[in-house]
């Protein structure tokens, strides 16, 4: 009896010890969160991933009852931003939302002191971009097939402004030139922010970019609207034909902003989050926010954008290495 009794003593003894080597993994999950958030945004303030993050990070603090933090880490192409995201504990406390074109790029044309197969894990989409092919009204042409047959005509003589080497604008402009066999004159710029004054300017006749930024001057008769690279025509400008109606196949990239941790944040957390997400991006207000201004806002499985980064990686990459694209 007294035997038993210095043995159950013991078992006691051992459970307490193993639940105390439990219990902060335990109660921090339980407890998550119980400090602020932080969204890391690789971009300047301003910019459509920024107002994106901030109003995401408006209804997390909400349905999580936590502060969401959303700070700006922008340069080198997204990479210092999702850098400051490997870095962190694997906490559950610092996201990423970045383009997600970049995942992709960046590592075919950098040496980023990450790798987003092994350091990143997805958590959500958060929006569709949808990327228009968009002159200047001078150009003599109205539509895609009669744009590449002037660019045809003019080789090497059609300007095409890009956010530099490697942006989303630049393998658009490499998938037109495969696609067609014209050549364009590349000239590239820090940021779409840059291309549009010199399209107005006249020093660039092409380029590029998502709907928002382009419509008022569309409006105005300064630029013209030739195809969305979309799978389907979009209501904000309905007359617009995909690129595929235009007769580009498919030569026209589209993005999305993407949702991010580090990796080996507990799985619960990240369901947590997921689920947090879908209900914040499911809001209508939300919703009509972003498509009046071409996004298409909505959330996502981790294995669907696990798929589509899949995708990213193998188009990417072949056109990358078809096209010899380097950084200078």
Request: aromatic share 6%; hydrophobic share 45%; proline share 7%.
């Amino acid at each position: 009896m007294k035997r038993k009794s210095v043995l159950q003593v013991c078992g006691a003894v051992a459970l307490a010890a193993a639940c105390g080597l439990m219990s902060p993994l335990a109660s921090a999950q339980g407890s998550w969160p119980s400090r602020p958030i932080r969204i890391e945004v690789p971009y300047p303030p301003g910019t459509g991933p920024d107002v994106m993050a901030r109003l995401v990070g408006e209804g997390l603090s909400k349905e999580l009852k936590a502060s969401v933090v959303v700070e700006n880490k922008a340069g080198a192409n997204g990479i210092i931003g999702t850098a400051e995201v490997v870095k962190a504990p694997a906490d559950g406390y610092t996201y990423l939302l970045v383009d997600r074109l970049t995942l992709t790029v960046n590592p075919l044309l950098y040496q980023p002191p990450y790798d987003p197969k092994k350091d990143l894990v997805s958590v959500s989409n958060i929006a569709d971009v949808n990327l228009y092919l968009v002159t200047s009204a001078q150009l003599p042409a109205n539509d895609f097939k009669s744009f590449i047959a002037y660019a045809k005509a003019n080789p090497g003589k059609v300007t095409f402004g890009t956010g530099g080497v490697g942006s989303v604008m630049h393998l658009n402009m490499e998938l037109l030139e495969s696609g067609t066999g014209v050549k364009f004159l590349h000239v590239p710029y820090k940021a779409l922010a840059e291309v549009i004054p010199a399209m107005l300017g006249g020093q660039v006749e092409v380029t590029s970019g998502g709907v928002e930024a382009m419509l008022p001057y569309v409006q105005k008769g300064s630029f013209k609207l030739l195809a969305v690279g979309a799978p389907t025509r979009q209501a904000i400008v309905p007359n617009v034909p995909t690129i595929a109606e235009a007769g580009g196949s498919d030569m026209l990239l589209s993005t999305s902003y993407s949702f991010h941790a580090k990796s080996g944040v507990p799985p619960e957390i990240l369901a947590r989050m997921n689920a947090a997400l879908t209900k914040v991006l499911a809001q209508p207000e939300l919703k009509r926010w972003a498509a009046e201004r071409g996004l298409g806002a909505g959330a996502s499985t981790p294995a669907e954008l696990d798929a589509r980064i899949a995708v990213d990686n193998d188009r990417i990459g072949r056109l990358v290495r078809e096209r010899g694209i380097k950084v200078q």
